[in-house]
């Protein structure tokens, strides 16, 4: 079913939305027999737009996104992107055998772009995540936040139009995460990328994004979803973030509260 | 539900960069080298030490008459004389030359035959389980055990040592690989899976690089088992026509009852197996983990 809803958008030429998650189930086998992980999960992003994907623990939203990235099957329902998405992971999952530069040209070599294009491509992707000249660094020589910067390059270098991030930002410092939201936003208003963003913080979800939808927990199911008008650049200190932030708290307390009374 | 207040907070893009600067300059890791003084003092000098230590104890045994029989115990001397004398002959190179460039061959092709097994048995499920246990059982098995049967079978020529060499090695170059690739982590696999490398490209571009540390080490145990193997082979199936190597020169000093000779040819084998160590395995084994940040220094 996927594979011919992707068709489908390819006849059309350009495409209506970034990823459609249509109808999408997801059990795992568990000591307790089949685990229902996701449950009909309904959800389109929109070319360009920016969505949160927000939840407590055992919410699925990792497995959501590893099945929208294509690593793993649902058990019922379709989903279709608009080519292979990019995805970024809480740990920067950069090879350490590469220097930073060649991560970013192995992105490219595996895409088909031609050798003598590489290092110049390369180059200009550093410099979009402000990494001009850390080409040649290895992996183990860069920081935290750097490292998940040029983990932003290699994605970006897959040129898909589709940005899938898992937790990114959840193992750095806070004044370093702060820093990555800006250069996030700048990036996705610079490039236009469509994004699916996973966290289980409400304020850097709602800091960061359009679209914040709510998953319940276990079975992971869309609980509530908000459209976020807050014009950028915002800070995470904004009233206006911290209003709906307390507004989405109270809902996703509300979700993890009727776990614990059965 | 839709919050549209606005918030007047100018931001320019400088400052953010400036920002981010501030912290990467705050966060990388300073690297150097190490000043070649410190290295001599704490790498160098110890061995050297322990070295001169244990001659010392052994030119003791000797003087003080503890030991007192030259057949049983020849003093450093006697065996420093037995060395120069082949020196001298032009015979000291050939010895190690004849088993060097033997070990080096096997162990070479022993990587030919090795690095496609541990390969195979790391990515297809049958084959590990057909031959994976067999394959690391085999590492516990004496090569030299090895030697009575590759006699019958080939005879008492160079083919034979190869073959023995290979019995110890390809296990050990095998299995290196084999659980270097086990230690991949699986965040690697999925990284590389969604940047378009499956299959044959994710096993070039991703698994074997990611499975490198574990296979040097396989190496590095490949040389020394393939060392011990023609070691082994040498002493027991020495026949004048194959050419004096380290192992006959010792089977030879015991039948002459030389034990100057003895000693030497076990001084020979024991600095050729560390030098090849020290100077191929070592420093390859050192390259692959600190270009990866995995080497402490300390």
């Known amino acids: 079913m996927a594979t011919t809803l992707a068709k489908a958008a390819d006849g059309i030429g350009a495409a209506t939305h970034a990823a459609r998650i249509e109808h999408v189930s ?3 086998a568990g000591p307790a027999g089949q685990q229902l992980v996701l449950d009909d999960i309904t959800l389109d992003v929109a070319p360009g737009e920016f969505v949160t994907l927000l939840g407590a623990s055992g919410c699925g ?83 935290g936040g750097m490292r998940q910067r040029v ?79 807050i014009p950028h650049p915002r800070r995470i200190e904004d009233t206006a973030v911290a209003e709906l932030s307390v507004e989405i708290t109270e809902e996703l307390r509300g979700e993890i509260r009727r776990h614990g009374q059965h | 539900m839709a919050s549209t207040e606005t918030t007047a907070k100018d931001k320019d893009g400088g400052d953010l960069a400036g920002l981010e600067a501030g912290l990467d300059a705050l966060e990388t890791v300073q690297t150097g080298r190490r000043p070649l003084r410190l290295t001599l003092r704490e790498k160098v000098l110890p061995p050297v030490v ?17 030991v007192d029989d030259p057949t049983k115990l020849p003093s450093p001397g006697a065996v420093w004389h037995v060395l120069r004398e082949a020196w001298l002959q032009g015979e000291l190179l050939g010895y190690i030359w004849t088993s060097v460039s033997r070990g080096l061959l096997g162990f070479f092709f022993a990587l030919l035959i090795g690095t ?22 085999l590492q516990s098995l004496p090569s030299v ?47 590389g899976r969604t940047l378009g490398a499956t ?8 698994v074997l690089p990611a499975a490198l540390p574990g296979y040097v080490a396989g190496l590095k145990q490949g040389w020394a088992f393939s060392w011990r193997s023609l070691m ?65 220094k300390g």
Not at chain 2, 199 to 206: A, D, R, S
Request: proline share 5%; glycine share 8%; charged share 20%.
């Open chain 1, 26 to 28: 997801k059990s795992f």
């Open chain 1, 61 to 143: 939203k990792s497995t959501l996104l590893n099945l929208v990235a294509g690593l793993d099957r649902p058990t019922a329902g379709g989903i279709s992107t608009d080519g292979r998405p990019a995805l970024m992971f809480q740990e920067h999952a950069l090879f350490p055998w590469l220097t930073a530069g060649k991560n970013i040209e192995l992105a490219l070599k595996l895409r088909g772009v031609p050798k003598n294009e590489r290092r110049g491509r390369a180059e200009e992707l550093l410099e979009l995540v402000r990494l001009k000249g850390a080409h040649g660094k290895r992996v183990h020589e860069l920081s």
């Open chain 1, 151 to 229: 983990a932003l390059a290699r994605a970006l270098a897959q040129e898909s139009r589709l940005l899938l991030m898992d937790e990114p930002f959840a193992a750095l410092d806070a004044i370093t995460r702060d820093v990555l939201h800006d250069e996030l936003t700048r990036i996705w208003r610079e490039t236009q990328l469509s994004v699916l963003f996973v966290t289980h913080n409400v304020r850097e979800a709602v800091r960061l994004a359009q679209r914040v939808v709510l998953l319940s927990s276990r079975p992971g199911r869309i609980a509530r979803e908000w459209t976020v008008g």
């Open chain 2, 50 to 66: 322990a070295a001169v230590l244990v001659l010392a104890v052994w030119q003791a045994l000797v003087s003080f008459e503890i």
């Open chain 2, 116 to 137: 496609p097994l541990g390969l195979l048995v790391a990515r297809v499920k049958v084959v590990r389980a057909a031959i994976g246990p067999i394959l690391s059982g």
């Open chain 2, 145 to 191: 055990a090895w030697v009575p049967p590759a006699v019958i079978w080939l005879g008492l020529n160079n083919s034979m040592m190869y073959a023995v060499i290979l019995l110890g090695a390809v296990p050990s170059i095998a299995n290196g690989l084999v659980s270097g690739v086990d230690q991949v982590p699986p965040l690697f696999l999925r990284a």
């Open chain 2, 199 to 206: 299959g044959l490209k994710g096993t070039w571009y991703v």
């Open chain 2, 232 to 296: 082994a082979a040498e002493i027991i199936a020495s026949f004048p026509d194959l050419g004096v190597g380290l192992g006959q020169l010792l089977e030879n000093g015991r039948n002459a009852s030389d034990m100057a000779m003895v000693f030497e040819a076990i001084l020979l084998i024991l600095t050729v197996g560390i030098a090849i160590d020290l100077l191929i395995f070592s420093p390859l084994e050192r390259w692959v983990l600190r270009s990866r940040g995995l080497l402490v």
